[in-house]
């Protein structure tokens, strides 16, 4: 065979000479072996192979003042650690206490043959460690890990309003044989206010405040406290405020670059509501007292309500008086 030049070719590309296929003289067993080892590693089957700490999460509440002007919190949550009686083995008595798993013969992994591949998975009776306790540990029945308490200061920014999240690298759940532990994510949720609320302008976010006044108030004028992020300012309402204006406090917003933005105060009228009835004949009078007092939004929107009837009559004579009726 060595003196036939094509035959010595043969010989030395695929092994025997049993047949006359390429693969036929191959050593099945010794490819299916490379391909495993080959195939296996670059897929992270390998034995005892690192395995990273799951990521968590932390949800915190903080109110709308706190978000607003930055705070820090301290924040308590049970984390899975490596209990200490096993050293995270799950044995009793730390790694002296653990045996060869008998379904994967210490490998960590399982293997199937099929044809001339053979395909492997992670041991589901040791989990990939090729080793099982002898007897679970007492501490963590076996687990190798256990809750712990861990405390971490967070700090929440100025200006948080529309909340955060915050990375914290290594802070979650710790990894197994050797993996890296994973990260704790931290997420800022504010709580609504009855009163503040945000709004974005041309010139960064302000601060808004509603302001309920009763009618009184409104309609003579009133020096009224008004309660902000950290302080209270005292401001003056002339008589005749309507519902929905707006008044400016320079510098009395959101903390921002080079000092703080403003905030605006918005009037909301308040209507009583249960009146008893001396209160109500007094606001009927009230109301006949001010039929000529100066209203111009109100006269404004009579005189559209009489221009939209007298087009509608012209348009529609035979419009049923009982509909016109309702519509009031």
Same mark, same amino acid.
Not at 185 to 208: C, I
């Given at each position: 065979?060595?003196?036939?030049?094509?035959? =010595?070719?043969?010989?030395?590309?695929?092994?025997?000479?049993?047949?006359?296929? /390429?693969?036929?003289?191959?050593?099945?067993?010794?490819?299916?072996?490379?391909?495993?080892?080959?195939?296996?590693?670059?897929?992270?089957?390998?034995?005892?192979?690192?395995?990273? !700490?799951?990521?968590? +999460?932390? *949800?915190?509440?903080?109110?709308?003042?706190?978000?607003?002007?930055?705070?820090?919190?301290?924040?308590?949550?049970?984390?899975?650690?490596?209990?200490?009686? @096993?050293?995270?083995?799950?044995?009793? !008595?730390?790694?002296?206490?653990?045996?060869?798993?008998? +379904?994967?013969? %210490?490998?960590? $992994? $399982?293997?199937?043959?099929?044809?001339?591949?053979?395909?492997?998975?992670?041991?589901?009776?040791?989990? %990939? *460690?090729?080793?099982?306790? +002898?007897? #679970?540990?007492?501490? @963590?029945?076996?687990?190798?890990?256990?809750?712990?308490?861990?405390?971490?200061?967070? +700090?929440?920014?100025?200006?948080?309003?529309? %909340?955060?999240?915050?990375?914290?690298?290594?802070?979650?759940? /710790?990894?197994?044989?050797?993996?890296?532990?994973?990260?704790?994510? $931290?997420? $800022? =949720?504010?709580?609504?206010?009855?009163?503040?609320?945000?709004?974005?302008?041309?010139?960064?976010?302000?601060?808004?405040?509603?302001?309920?006044?009763?009618?009184?108030?409104?309609?003579?004028?009133?020096?009224?406290?008004?309660?902000?992020?950290?302080?209270?300012?005292?401001?003056?309402?002339?008589?005749?405020?309507?519902?929905?204006?707006?008044?400016?406090?320079?510098?009395?917003?959101?903390?921002?670059?080079?000092? =703080? !933005?403003?905030?605006?105060? #918005?009037?909301?009228?308040?209507? /009583?509501?249960?009146?008893?009835?001396?209160?109500?004949?007094?606001?009927?009078?009230?109301?006949?007292?001010?039929?000529?007092?100066?209203?111009? =939004?109100?006269?404004?929107?009579?005189?559209?309500?009489?221009?939209?009837?007298?087009?509608?009559?012209?348009?529609?004579?035979?419009?049923?008086?009982?509909?016109?009726?309702?519509?009031?």
């Amino acid at each position: 065979m060595l003196s036939d030049e094509g035959k =010595r070719l043969h010989y030395d590309r695929f092994g025997a000479m049993d047949a006359d296929g /390429p693969l036929s003289g191959a050593d099945i067993a010794s490819a299916t072996e490379f391909f495993d080892a080959l195939f296996g590693d670059l897929f992270g089957l390998t034995r005892r192979r690192k395995t990273n !700490g799951r990521d968590m +999460r932390y *949800t915190l509440e903080v109110d709308f003042e706190e978000a607003a002007l930055g705070c820090e919190k301290t924040i308590t949550f049970e984390r899975p650690e490596d209990c200490r009686a @096993c050293l995270g083995t799950g044995a009793e !008595g730390a790694s002296a206490g653990l045996a060869t798993c008998t +379904r994967c013969g %210490g490998e960590g $992994v $399982v293997r199937k043959k099929a044809g001339f591949l053979t395909t492997r998975r992670e041991c589901m009776g040791c989990g %990939g *460690t090729g080793q099982v306790p +002898r007897v #679970r540990c007492a501490a @963590c029945e076996g687990a190798g890990l256990v809750d712990r308490e861990r405390s971490y200061t967070v +700090r929440v920014p100025p200006g948080s309003i529309g %909340g955060s999240t915050q990375r914290l690298p290594r802070e979650g759940a /710790p990894g197994r044989r050797g993996g890296v532990a994973g990260d704790l994510h $931290v997420l $800022v =949720r504010v709580r609504p206010h009855a009163f503040y609320g945000r709004e974005s302008t041309r010139d960064g976010d302000v601060l808004t405040v509603e302001l309920p006044l009763s009618f009184t108030e409104a309609a003579l004028g009133a020096d009224v406290e008004v309660p902000l992020l950290d302080s209270c300012v005292q401001m003056r309402v002339p008589p005749g405020t309507q519902a929905g204006a707006t008044f400016r406090l320079r510098g009395k917003g959101f903390p921002r670059a080079g000092g =703080r !933005g403003d905030a605006h105060v #918005r009037i909301a009228l308040e209507t /009583p509501t249960g009146l008893p009835d001396d209160a109500r004949d007094l606001l009927a009078r009230l109301g006949a007292a001010l039929a000529g007092a100066e209203q111009p =939004r109100r006269r404004a929107f009579r005189a559209t309500l009489d221009r939209a009837a007298a087009g509608g009559a012209a348009s529609a004579p035979s419009e049923p008086a009982a509909d016109a009726s309702a519509e009031r």
